[in-house]
């Protein structure tokens, strides 16, 4: 056999081996059920450190089987552990109670859960987040400023009906001027409709009688004491 047929025969056995590896490694792929490869793939990726490439493996291998909820359980980690998102891990955390409530990791689950939902009580500006640590410093200062502010509420309530209470012991008798001062001890006093003298010396001294005094003290200028003009201005001593 010349050394060209050997080289020949060389290069068909390789091409055979090729082949047989090649065809070996596609029955695999046949034998292994589509979502099985994928989640195989996505933890080969989790491992590598490819996170991103592993979330959207994960989710392509969700589907109606038992196994939906540990992929949630994985998702779910990864979102926390990896990715720091708790906005998506407490849905794949949440998906996984739904479809396992009883599961393996339900207990796991709920305290990652409790643990997620602080750090989302977790914005300074913009996309800023805090850690949970500041999380939960800054729910105590809220909870404190808003027992503050309810303290606050009340007594200011106490105070305006306090004032509201003084004011109207405080308002002027029905007809008097709220301008009226005290001059010289005398009061004014603004005339309204149907008023006489007697009629205000009632409401200064409680009896009529008062009547002369309060002419006396206008100088007589009013022709009928007994005949008001609303308007005037009657000087009350």
Known sequence: MSRADKSLRSVRVLLIEFLALACFASCNRMVTPP???LLKDAEAKVASGDFLEAITLYERALD?????ADIHFKLGLLYDEKMNDSLNALHHFKRYLTI???GAHANEVKSLMKRDELALVTTLSGDSVVSRAEAARLRNENLELRKELE???VQMRSASLAKEKHASIAQPEKGESPSAKKKSGSRSY???PGDTLASISRKFYKSSAGWKKIRDEDGNRFDDPGKLKPGQTVTVP
């Open 35 to 37: 979502g099985a490869q």
């Open 64 to 68: 109606n089987s038992a196994r939906a």
């Open 100 to 102: 396992a409530p009883g």
């Open 151 to 153: 303290i606050r509420s």
């Open 190 to 192: 603004v005339v309204q």
